[in-house]
Every structure is written in C-alpha cells, then in structure tokens.
C-alpha cells in the first residue's frame, strides 16, 4: 500500500509541476515562449506514456528517453531566456520549476520500479499453500469437512491477488490513474491564459547625444 500511495502521488505531483512550468513559460518572451510551450505540451503526453506503460518494459523505457531529450530542449531554451533577459524574474522563477519538473521525471521513474522483489512474493505464496495443508491436515485428523479449508484458501487467495495486483501500477484491477496528467493535457488544448509580453522599450541614457 506504501508503494502504491507513493505512485499515486508522484503522478499528482508530476501534474502539478508540468502544470506551474507551462503557466510559467508563458511569462517568457517570443519566440522562447512559443518553443517552450509545444515542447512542454509533448512533454505531457510522454509522461501519460509513461503512466500506461509497463515498467521496465521497451515502451517505458522509450518514453522516459523522449522525455529526458525534450528537458534537454527545454533546459536549453531557458538558459537563452536567462541570457537574454539576465535581470528580469519571469526566466529565473520559470528555471526554477523546470528544475522542479525534471526532477518528478525521475522520482516517477523511482516510484514505478519499487517493485516488492520476487523472492518475496514467492515466500508468500509457498508460505500459504504450506499454511493451507497444514489446516488440512489438521481437519482430517479431526474428521471435519472441507469446507473450512475451501474458505481458508479462498481469504488466502484474494490477499495475495491483491497483494501481486498492487505492485504491478499499469495492469490488474488495481492502477494507477492518469487523471492528473490527462486533464492537464486537455486543458492545454485551450489558448495560453497570459498573453506573449511585450517587447522591451530600447532603453535610453540622460544625457543622449548630448541632450539634457
């Protein structure tokens, strides 16, 4: 349940920070605003990739390398911000939460591969059935039915299918949702909310050309 409740919270949290990223990268001046936000708005669609593919498998491993190249786009757009504008405060608050981003990446990628070892989940398995014909045994010593032991074993069985349900966040009955992710990339198909800023005045001196 831990493994499961910090999934489910690295996704809202991943959510959170794409989301304050693209508020923030529409602070920033043409044509870096434009660039950063269709790179931010791919980026979202590899993370809920991410969330529906198996982990450790081919197809998470190929999202996870597509999102990693587009931080490396997006790292490299708001350094230029920062050189264009080195006094302003929207690029360095909106380096501030792409940091934030790029760092989700990998407590996701973490959270999704803290699988329960297999040598655990096949003590559990061994340990029931021995548990189970051990109460069997004892049943028939004392001549009774099958039907405790039926019983026993149908409780065992549906906390274990629980059990090996939990730790696996993209099958089962029991996932991981998208929902975050998905209704953050929805509201991304509607125009940015703050408008592109203006270009700056040229700026001039007191005393230009010699004029008071």
């Given at each position: 349940?831990?493994?499961?409740?910090?999934?489910?919270?690295?996704?809202?949290?991943?959510?959170?920070?794409?989301?304050?990223?693209?508020?923030?990268?529409?602070?920033?001046?043409?044509?870096?605003?434009?660039?950063?936000?269709?790179?931010?708005?791919?980026?979202?669609?590899?993370?809920?990739?991410?969330?529906?593919?198996?982990?450790?498998?081919?197809?998470?491993?190929?999202?996870?390398?597509?999102?990693?190249?587009?931080?490396?786009?997006?790292?490299?757009?708001?350094?230029?911000?920062?050189?264009?504008?080195?006094?302003?405060?929207?690029?360095?608050?909106?380096?501030?939460?792409?940091?934030?981003?790029?760092?989700?990446?990998?407590?996701?990628?973490?959270?999704?591969?803290?699988?329960?070892?297999?040598?655990?989940?096949?003590?559990?398995?061994?340990?029931?059935?021995?548990?189970?014909?051990?109460?069997?045994?004892?049943?028939?010593?004392?001549?009774?039915?099958?039907?405790p032991v039926?019983?026993?074993?149908?409780?065992?069985?549906?906390?274990?299918?629980?059990?090996?349900?939990?730790?696996?966040?993209?099958?089962?009955?029991?996932?991981?949702?998208?929902?975050?992710?998905?209704?953050?990339?929805?509201?991304?198909?509607?125009?940015?909310?703050?408008?592109?800023?203006?270009?700056?005045?040229?700026?001039?001196?007191?005393?230009?050309?010699g004029k008071?």
């Amino acid at each position: 349940m831990g493994r499961y409740e910090s999934r489910r919270a690295a996704v809202v949290e991943d959510a959170n920070a794409i989301g304050t990223t693209y508020l923030r990268a529409q602070t920033l001046n043409e044509p870096i605003r434009t660039q950063s936000l269709r790179l931010l708005v791919r980026y979202t669609d590899t993370s809920i990739r991410l969330s529906d593919s198996v982990p450790s498998s081919s197809a998470a491993r190929l999202a996870i390398a597509d999102g990693s190249e587009l931080q490396r786009e997006l790292w490299s757009l708001a350094g230029q911000a920062l050189a264009d504008a080195p006094q302003a405060s929207a690029p360095r608050l909106y380096v501030e939460t792409l940091n934030e981003m790029i760092d989700m990446q990998t407590v996701r990628v973490a959270a999704l591969n803290n699988r329960v070892p297999g040598a655990v989940l096949a003590l559990e398995v061994v340990f029931a059935a021995a548990a189970l014909g051990l109460l069997a045994f004892y049943l028939a010593l004392l001549g009774r039915g099958v039907l405790p032991v039926l019983l026993a074993a149908g409780l065992i069985g549906c906390l274990l299918l629980v059990t090996f349900d939990l730790d696996r966040p993209t099958r089962g009955l029991i996932r991981i949702p998208s929902t975050p992710l998905t209704s953050l990339r929805a509201s991304m198909d509607l125009p940015p909310a703050a408008a592109a800023p203006a270009g700056e005045a040229p700026t001039t001196t007191a005393r230009t050309q010699g004029k008071p």
